[in-house]
């Protein structure tokens, strides 16, 4: 896992609903925690997540086999605006993930719509079921 060279906006917190963008078996999931985040900061502030960010998440919609159980997620997509080293400003319509084992490998085949290049600078073998790399 390297570090990402774009300013991403945290703006996805515990309780946020993503919507899973690969074949897994899930359709949406609610963040629980993010991971690597140990609570530091200010007293009662909600630790964030942004795209490329690992977070603990719960299958609210899908299969029996993932439903109410709690899965690692990568966000793979945010609606907020992410500012990349050359001054481009890019911003998705939805915030989604995809499920991810522990360690870091896609549980699903493949990615349906764009993904950020943010997350494929830190994780490489996401790209490889990747449909578009934004």
């Not at 074949?23 to 949406?28: H, I, L, R």
């Not at 919609?61 to 945010?78: A, E, H, N």
């Not at 522990?102 to 549980?107: A, E, G, N, R, W």
């Amino acid at each position: 896992m390297r570090g990402i060279s774009s300013k991403i906006t945290k703006t996805l917190i515990p309780g946020t609903v993503l919507t899973c963008a690969d074949n897994s078996g899930a359709y949406v999931f609610r963040i629980i925690n993010v991971i690597g985040k140990s609570g530091g900061g200010r007293h009662g502030k909600l630790s964030s997540a942004g795209v490329g960010d690992i977070v603990s998440a719960s299958v609210r919609k899908g299969s029996p086999t993932y439903l109410k159980k709690p899965v690692k997620v990568i966000i793979i997509r945010q609606k907020a605006q992410i500012r990349r080293v050359n001054g481009m400003r890019i911003r998705f319509e939805d915030n989604a993930g995809i499920m991810v084992n522990d360690d870091y490998l896609p549980v699903g085949t493949e990615v349906k719509g764009a993904m950020a290049r943010e997350v494929v600078e830190r994780f490489v073998k996401i790209a490889g079921i990747a449909a578009r790399i934004v």
